[in-house]
């Protein structure tokens, strides 16, 4: 990707189509400014110039077999430089929604649910329920 009006330029690899690749980075982009997304190393000089001031450009073409290795290598890497960075992303965002999850865990867990034996059991204890006598008795009746 070659920055129109400046010298940067941004090297990537793919093995899909570059219009593909293209429009991926242009909506995560869009994501990114809205907070929906994590940064990549491009999106701040999209923001200072502007990503219609950007072209993407295909330099070399290599079989798709050294394309994938080339890119899981480039992973491989960003992923151990970057670590850290990572580490601190998913304790904010476990911070953020910490509170929500647990909300949404206890309602599902708490909800009643009857069964067919007469019984009554709530998420968290379906497996307690299914073993009770009651249960079990119910079960033989219904295949005598």
Not at 14 to 26: F, M, V
Request: net charge positive; charged share 30%; aromatic share 12%.
């Amino acid at each position: 990707i070659i920055l129109i009006e400046s010298d940067l330029c941004y090297i990537g690899s793919t093995i899909k189509k570059l219009s593909w690749r293209w429009q991926g980075h242009k909506n995560n982009f869009r994501s990114w400014v809205e907070g929906k997304h994590t940064q990549m190393s491009i999106f701040p000089y999209f923001k200072s110039h502007g990503i219609e001031n950007s072209r993407s450009l295909s330099k070399t073409a290599v079989n798709k077999n050294n394309a994938f290795a080339i890119d899981q290598l480039r992973k491989t890497e960003s992923r151990k430089d970057n670590k850290e960075k990572f580490k601190a992303y998913n304790k904010e965002y476990y911070r953020a929604n910490k509170h929500r999850w647990d909300a949404i865990s206890k309602a599902r867990l708490a909800a009643r649910s009857n069964c067919e034996c007469g019984g009554k059991y709530s998420a968290a204890n379906h497996h307690v329920h299914v073993r009770s006598k009651k249960h079990k008795r119910w079960l033989e009746e219904q295949s005598a």
